[in-house]
Every structure is written in structure tokens, then in C-alpha cells.
């Protein structure tokens, strides 16, 4: 990997790692709910994954882990991995506590190949992942060969369009490329669970189109099952959302022309 991602992946790590105390203590995650045993996947990938029980799985970029360990009460086998040190902690904290079997690895996703051993039934990753990586192509083929054959590639992510915007304005602003132009600096108070956290976030993303996302899964030989979007989220995660009779969100009126998700699920033949 290139020696500035290197420095770039630095600074989302420190981060990322001050994040986790400030999440685990939000609303958005509720933990409380969650050992009380509160799910939280949503309706998408729970629709379109399909049964996990009794399958292996590798959660790339997992956060704290609620979704490994929400696939875990489901009956599968999970491994989580995450690049923050304070992520993976708290995550190996929950999965004791819960008496859960999940397995937790710190690991920036582009040491997978060295810190990940095996292969896997189902390689998942999910809302707010593909942004933090600059070079695609070499995602895909890391997903590819922890694959075993057969095995299912699932991502559900925010759609490119919704990453064009700077939010940080009102109303927000048509900013940044579609297409990956190089890397994209934002620094900003808070986070996205508590806007008013004593937290100056500094964060390097990249923007990727669909195009670039889905040629580099059929490259590393994946074959896709579909491509869905949709204009709904789950989540109350952009400045003026309204929420639908559904409990989902959109974007108001001015903004809600653009699709806010979309997923993929790809087979490893």
C-alpha cells in the first residue's frame, strides 16, 4: 500500500478510535437495547443476505461489532475486523458479556490477507465502509480470496451520489466528485451519533461511482446477483431528514431526487 495512505489511514485511525467511547454511549447504538437483545441489522440485509446459521463469516471494517455479534445470535460463525484498536476492544468486551463466539481482530482491511486466516462462507460489510478505502481493486480481490467457492459477497453502503454533497452546509452543497479524484479532507466538531461531542473529527475518504465498485467485484471474479437502490435509509444520518410511516428516512423534499443506498450481493463461483 502506498506510504501516504498509510499516513491518511493514521489519522481515521486516532479518529476512529475516539469515536468509539462517544458511540458506545449514544442513542444511535443503544447498547442497552442491544444486550436486552435489540438487533441491529436492518430490514435490507437481513431481506437480502438470507439465512446465515451455520455459516462462516468475515465482517470487514465491523466497528464495535453490534452487526457481527446481531449475525452471531443469528447462528452464524463470525469474524470481525476493524482498524481501530478501541473498536475491537469494545467489541471483544460486548461478545463476552453477551456470551457470544465471535471472533474480533484489529486489522486494517488492507492486512486481511496476513492478519485473517481461512476462508469463509460469507464475506459482509455495510453503511459507511467503501468511502474509507482508496484503492478498490485490490478491496475486491482481498473479498474474493476469503471467499470460499460458492460463498456470498453482501454490501449495503450509502449510494455515491449521497457522498457528492457537503452537509456541512446549509442547504447542503453539490461538492466533490463522483468519481474517485484523490483523497477528500474533512474536519469537523462531533460525530455523526452527537453533533455537539468534544470531538474535532479529521477524516481522509475517497469517493467511488458504482461503476468502479462493481467492475473491481467482477475483476477479482465475483459474480454479481444484483444491484439495488433505494431511496429510503434506516438511518437519521443527514442534516433535515424526514422520517417515513415505515421508520425510514429521506432526504426533504429539495434533496430527495437522489437515492440515499444501494447493495450488492456477488457469488465467488
Not at 84 to 97: H, R
Request: hydrophobic letters at 35%; a negative charge; proline letters at 4%.
Amino acid at each position: 500500500m502506498d506510504e501516504n495512505y498509510e499516513k491518511f489511514f493514521q489519522v481515521n485511525k486516532e479518529t476512529w478510535d475516539k469515536k468509539v467511547s462517544i458511540h458506545a454511549k449514544s442513542e444511535f447504538y443503544d447498547i442497552e437495547g442491544f444486550k436486552k437483545g435489540k438487533s441491529s441489522l436492518n430490514s435490507y440485509e437481513l431481506n437480502e443476505l438470507g439465512d446465515v446459521k451455520g455459516k462462516s463469516l468475515l465482517h470487514l471494517q465491523c466497528h464495535f461489532g453490534q452487526d457481527t455479534l446481531s449475525l452471531s445470535r443469528l447462528g452464524a460463525t463470525c469474524t470481525g475486523i476493524d482498524f481501530s484498536s478501541e473498536g475491537i476492544k469494545q467489541a471483544k468486551t460486548l461478545n463476552k458479556e453477551l456470551g457470544l463466539d465471535a471472533k474480533f481482530i484489529e486489522s486494517n482491511l488492507y492486512d486481511v490477507p496476513k492478519n485473517v486466516k481461512g476462508k469463509f462462507d460469507i464475506v459482509f460489510t455495510s453503511y459507511g465502509v467503501v468511502g474509507w478505502l482508496p484503492d478498490l481493486e485490490k478491496w475486491a480481490q482481498i473479498i474474493a480470496d476469503k471467499l470460499k467457492p460458492g460463498g456470498v459477497f453482501y454490501l449495503i453502503e450509502f449510494h455515491p451520489i449521497v457522498w457528492m454533497f457537503d452537509f456541512l452546509e446549509t442547504p447542503p452543497k453539490l461538492t466533490y466528485p463522483y468519481l474517485n479524484g484523490g483523497a477528500i479532507y474533512e474536519e469537523y466538531k462531533g460525530t455523526y451519533t452527537n453533533n455537539d461531542a468534544e470531538i474535532i473529527s479529521k477524516e481522509y475518504g475517497w469517493n467511488h461511482g458504482l461503476g468502479e465498485v462493481v467492475s473491481s467485484l467482477i475483476n477479482a471474479g465475483l459474480e454479481i446477483e444484483f444491484l439495488h437502490e433505494f431511496e429510503k435509509s434506516p438511518y437519521n444520518s443527514f442534516p433535515k431528514m424526514e422520517k417515513t410511516s415505515d421508520g425510514m428516512f429521506v432526504l426533504t423534499e429539495g434533496q430527495r431526487m437522489i437515492p440515499l443506498l444501494y447493495s450488492i450481493r456477488a457469488i465467488k463461483k
